[in-house]
T-cell receptor, first 116, second 112 residues
């Protein structure tokens, strides 16, 4: 079973530009979450999508947005890039949420974004 | 103050030692408690998760949760060089919710 894939793996942008990152979840997984990982703040939740709807959102400015397509693939977009947006962006997928046991999130390898 | 506190280390121990990793938290609504392992240039992978208080054992790994003290631990017995990685604790409020709150992560090195 293929894992979570993220593209591109590395990206270099300059301040003020915008960027779009892509995530393909594990087949059958319909929930996709995004996280930002930096040395200073660690891993922080950005947002979660299920059935093309945003279910949860973290404390990030509106420059950070995302969407999910009907095939469960997801993209996140960061507009007007700032130096502080340099980070590893991780995508995680899981089975549809249920009222029962915990659904493990499977993480992709991440996209490393560098803003110059 | 962060919701989840974890000593970032680094922590260096000899092969075969027992390793103890810990996190404290402030949000009493957390119900699920996880430990992830992250190797360099990889995404985190789930090691273990525990619901509410109690212990859980999986091979050389034991997870403990003490909700009364808001304190969780991961013990690694007979540590191996391949256990060298960053260990992250994570917590979740509601069953099925996918919003995880992570600790800073502890960088662990096991020396042969």
């Amino acid at each position: 079973k293929a894992g979570v894939t993220q593209t591109p793996r590395y990206l270099i942008k300059t301040r003020g530009q915008q960027v779009t990152l892509s995530c393909s979840p594990i087949s059958g997984h319909r929930s996709v979450s995004w996280y930002q990982q930096t040395p200073g703040q660690g891993l922080q939740f950005l947002f979660e999508y299920f059935s093309e709807t945003q279910r949860n959102k973290g404390n990030f400015p509106g420059r950070f947005s995302g969407r999910q397509f009907s095939n469960s693939r997801s993209e996140m977009n960061v507009s007007t890039l700032e130096l502080g947006d340099s980070a590893l962006y991780l995508c995680a997928s899981s089975l549809p949420p249920t009222g029962g046991d915990y659904n493990e999130q499977f993480f992709g390898p991440g996209t490393r974004l560098t803003v110059l | 103050q962060k919701e989840v506190e974890q000593d970032p280390g680094p922590l260096s121990v000899p092969e075969g030692a027992i390793v103890s990793l810990n996190c404290t938290y402030s949000n009493s609504a957390f119900q699920y408690f996880m430990w992830y392992r992250q190797y360099s240039r990889k995404g985190p992978e789930l090691l273990m998760y525990t619901y509410s208080s109690g212990n859980k054992e999986d091979g050389r790994f034991t997870a403990q949760v003490d909700k009364s003290s808001k304190y969780i631990s991961l013990f690694i017995r007979d540590s191996q060089p391949s256990d060298s990685a960053t260990y992250l604790c994570a917590m979740s409020e509601v069953t099925g919710a996918q919003k995880l709150v992570f600790g800073q992560g502890t960088r662990l090195t096991i020396n042969p």
